[in-house]
Each structure stands twice: as C-alpha cells, then as structure tokens.
C-alpha cells in the first residue's frame, strides 16, 4: 500500500471553515422569517439597522433546480427599502464577526450573490469594534467602503480589502469586540464617508451566499451542514421550548412553598451568559416560573408550588416558544 506523506499543519480539507460568515447561505431563521424592526428579528447572525428610512427583511425560497446561483441554495435575504430623505436616514443590514482580531492585518475577500428590482447601487464597508468597558480603543470606520452596482439578474459580487491591524489597540472588557460588514442599501449625507456617497433611494434588494475569507482570492461558496451551520448560530442565539417541545416542569408532590427545579442544558454552550425569556406556559398550582444561576451552558428551572400537591409548568403551542440571547 502506497502512503502519503502529509506535512505538519496541513489538513486533509485546507479549505474548511474558511467562511468567518456565519449563516451566510441563510439556512438558519430561528426568530422568523420576516422583520421590520431594528436588531435580530429574522436571517440568524443579520442585523437591521435603519433610521428615518424604512426596510422589511424576508426569507425568500430559492426555485427548485435554479442554475442562476450554483449549490443548490434553499433561500435568501430580501430587503425591501423606502426610502425617507434625510441626511441622517439609512437603511443597511449588518453582520457581526465575533473577535476584532479575526483577519485583522491580513488582506480579505468578502464574496456574495445579488440582485435588484432595478439597476441600482448597493455599498459594502467594514468596522473594528473593540468593545465596551475599560477603556477600549475607539473604533476604526469605516474600512474599505465600496459601491457596486446589482443589475436585475443573480450576479456574483467580489471585494477585497485591507484588514487594519490591531497593534497597540486595546480591548473592551465585555467581550464585545467584533468586525463589522455593513450592506447599505439608503444613506444620507452624513454617511458619504461609510457608503461611498451611495445617496438615498427605494428598492429591492436580495443577497445570497455571503462569504469572508483570507487571501486575495473568493474560493467557491462553503457548504457546511445544516446541523453544523444551526450549532454555530446557536454560540449566539437559541430557542427554548415551542410548540413541537415539551419544555417544563411537572411533579407528582410538592409541600407548598417549595420550589421543584429543573436543570435547563443547552444543546450548545452560548457566548457569554445569555438574557433567558421563558416561553408561555400553562401553570397549574404554582404562579409563576423562575430562571435562576443562568450560564452559558444552561440554567435551573424553579417552580414553588401554591399549596400541597402536584405541580407542573409546561410550555403552551406558543410557535416561537422563548429563547436564549447571547449575540454580539
């Protein structure tokens, strides 16, 4: 049997998790499938931003056997703008990398698929966020900002850029330091510098396979498993309980006044410690449930029962149930 000589340091797949994007084939929608607010509220990992400007964010499916974008995507991010004048309005979509050193002093290639109801212009810039408390460096924005123009029709969109280094910076205390790509689809006057004097106009604005990399080169669009893709967004965010889970407490006995607990573990260990919202739940002698010692890898459940008896606290059909947040 002949036999290969690997060197040190080289893996069999060197192109493995090259992408710093996470949820950049937008497979993952655990909030929903649609916003209008700012923040999370849809595409995991994407984050709305506008002001004065209004923009509503959907999951759109991909055609069966479509040949416009390759690998077979199942959906992508549709941004809807109406624009407001203003120098102070915007309208953009953001993702935020965790850790300000990732790809920090290098060269970098952001990759993506887009489109527009019309031909019209879309900007793309980057930011080094270095956290908040103590006394962090200020940002360094914008980095990189470029217009493009997205035609009617799927086209590949290809940006290279240089990575500032982090020498001599100095971290937040919060672990909240983070590189930032803004998609800016309506910008007033005060932010020439950010959108590359995109201006302000009304749209639509659909975006598929995003990808960041190191080098000079965009490789083709990496496809990781659903299942590894949903564990990834869920360091940042996770549902709890639903209408498919039973997710609760229940006790044949309890004197009244004490409490029964159930340890909550989390499929995967969160960033930091996580802001918990308890889905609705259906009481039955007890008056309410408490979330009680939360961490990044669970949480205890506690239910005190009104009197002596059984006792349960059991998640409704509530459809999004509550969830775990951890995100940037």
Request: charged share 15%; hydrophobic share 40%; proline share 5%.
């Amino acid at each position: 049997m002949a036999l290969t000589k690997v060197r040190q340091g080289i893996t069999a797949l060197p192109f493995s998790n090259r992408n710093k994007i996470i949820n950049g084939n937008f497979d993952i929608w655990q909030r929903g499938t649609s916003q209008t607010a700012n923040g999370y509220g849809s595409a995991d990992r994407w984050m709305c931003y506008s002001v004065g400007t209004t923009q509503a964010v959907s999951r759109q499916p991909f055609a069966m056997g479509q040949a416009e974008v390759p690998g077979n995507p199942t959906y992508y991010m549709r941004t809807v703008v109406t624009s407001v004048a203003g120098p102070g309005n915007l309208a953009s979509i953001q993702h935020h990398i965790e850790g300000v050193r990732t790809l920090a002093g290098m060269k970098a290639t952001l990759s993506f698929w887009a489109k527009a109801n019309a031909s019209k212009p879309m900007a793309v810039s980057f930011k080094q966020s270095f956290g908040n408390g103590g006394t962090p460096s200020s940002p360094v924005n914008p980095i990189g900002p470029e217009k493009i123009t997205l035609n009617t029709t799927w086209q590949k969109y290809i940006i290279t850029v240089d990575l500032p280094s982090i020498a001599d910076k100095t971290l937040g205390t919060d672990g909240m330091d983070l590189l930032q790509i803004s998609f800016w689809f309506d910008a007033g006057s005060n932010f020439n510098d950010q959108s590359a004097s995109l201006g302000q106009q009304s749209g639509t604005f659909d975006i598929a396979q995003v990808q960041l990399e190191e080098g000079e080169i965009a490789t083709p669009f990496e496809q990781r498993h659903i299942a590894d893709e949903l564990a990834l967004c869920q360091r940042y965010h996770q549902r709890i309980g639903g209408a498919s889970n039973n997710f609760g407490i229940q006790a044949g006995y309890s004197l009244a006044g004490i409490g029964t607990s159930v340890p909550i573990i989390f499929p995967v260990t969160m960033r930091s410690t996580p802001t918990i919202v308890l889905p609705v739940m259906s009481l039955q002698n007890c008056s309410s449930v408490i979330v009680n010692s939360p961490h990044k890898s669970g949480f205890l459940l506690i239910a005190v029962a009104s009197a002596a008896g059984a006792i349960s606290a059991i998640n409704t059909a509530d459809t999004m149930g509550g969830y775990a947040d951890a995100e940037l």
